[in-house]
């Protein structure tokens, strides 16, 4: 294994060792019993800027003994806090995908004539001449092109849609991913990300998951709160705050998880934070946590720290109650 590396750059795909070969990434966590199975706290939004990501970055400062899990893998963030160095790393196969093998190819345009995607093209290669070829990005995987091909010129190949890793902070070890672009079935790899920090923790003996989870209420937020002890809300006083928070404890409560919530920015207006409190009464939801608006978050984050670490504001201190809170509620058994 080489030495820690900082943050790759998208398209490295050499293999990497398995997480079990790995050395524990932070020595100084206390374990837990290495038998139990470890608690997941999942803290979600119901879109980005809502402060989830800082939120995230703050409790991974303060609760020890954990393994972080970036499964916002559309748009992950969570590294620009905690500057991870890489360990381990691995190609997200989901699917397959079509590739023309020109030298077999007759040119006759049948798979063109029947792929349903418009995957397949006939383009002008660097020798001038009029080839076929697939589009990755557009294609389905279906098969039905190799199928039409009487030449035996179309082979399907695993897709690579991303890129998963396991990588060491300062505040424990990060389970994150990144999507290609135009790769789907990112509820796939959110649950690869949750899956592993979960094998990763029973290996390490830590006794809880902090999942930063994506955005809206779509199929890799369900990915993400699957099997959650404790969904945290991040929401912000604003019309869109208070609509999305709805659709969120939705989805959670229909799931019968455990929800808490946190208003951010809360003295931005008092008037929606008003109105958010009165949607947590009339579902049964406590605000375990509300957060000032102050300009040191910010600053804490283009110096690359949580707002714990930056201190000197009163939000860090609203926060390590908010923590109390959640630690407690952890200890509760399921709903
Ligand atoms: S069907 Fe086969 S031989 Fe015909 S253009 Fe497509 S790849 Fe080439
Ligand atoms: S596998 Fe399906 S989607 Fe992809 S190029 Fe072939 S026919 Fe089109």
């Known amino acids: 294994m080489s030495g820690p590396e900082q943050e790759p750059t998208k398209g490295v795909s050499e293999p990497g060792p398995t997480v079990s070969e790995s050395e524990p990434a932070v020595s100084e966590q206390t374990p837990a019993a290495p038998e139990s199975t470890p608690k997941q706290l999942v803290v979600l939004s119901g879109k980005g800027g809502t402060g989830k990501t800082s939120v995230v970055a703050a409790l991974a400062t303060l609760a020890t003994a954990k393994v972080l899990a970036d499964c916002d893998v559309d748009a992950a963030d969570l590294h620009l806090v905690l500057n991870p160095k ?87 070890p990060l389970v994150h991913a990144r999507l290609s ?42 990915a993400s709160v699957t099997g959650a002890d404790l969904v945290l809300a991040v929401t912000e006083p604003t019309v869109s705050g208070a609509h999305d928070l709805e659709r969120a404890a939705e989805l959670v409560q229909g ?57 000197g504001s009163p939000v860090a201190d609203q926060i390590r109650d908010m923590w109390r ?11």
Not at 113 to 123: E, K, M, P, S, Y
Not at 190 to 204: M, P
Not at 291 to 306: H, M, N
């Open 86 to 172: 890489r360990r381990h790393h691995e190609t997200f196969i989901s699917g397959k995908e079509a590739r023309i093998i020109a030298d077999r190819c007759s040119a006759c345009g049948d798979c063109m004539d029947h792929c349903r995607f418009d995957a397949i093209r006939l383009v002008v290669d660097a020798d001038g001449r009029s080839v076929y070829t697939v589009d990755p990005i557009s294609c389905e995987g279906c098969g039905l092109c190799a199928r039409v091909c009487t030449s035996g010129a179309i082979e399907m190949l695993d897709a690579e849609r991303g890129e998963w890793f396991v990588s060491d902070t300062r505040h424990g």
């Open 181 to 222: 672009i135009g790769g789907e079935n990112s509820g796939k790899l959110v649950t690869l990300v949750r899956e592993q920090a979960v094998s990763l923790a029973r290996e390490i003996g830590a006794g809880l998951i902090l999942v930063d989870g994506p955005p809206g209420i779509g199929c890799p937020v369900i």
């Open 325 to 335: 809170i959640l630690e407690d509620r952890l200890e509760e058994p399921k709903e």
């Open 255 to 311: 799931f019968g998880l455990s929800l808490a919530v946190c208003i951010n920015k809360t003295d931005l207006n008092p008037d929606m934070a008003g109105r958010i409190r009165e949607v947590c009464t009339a579902r049964g939801l406590s605000v375990v946590g509300e957060l000032s608006y102050d300009t040191a978050v910010i600053r804490a984050q283009v110096e690359g720290k949580s707002i714990i670490e930056y201190g």
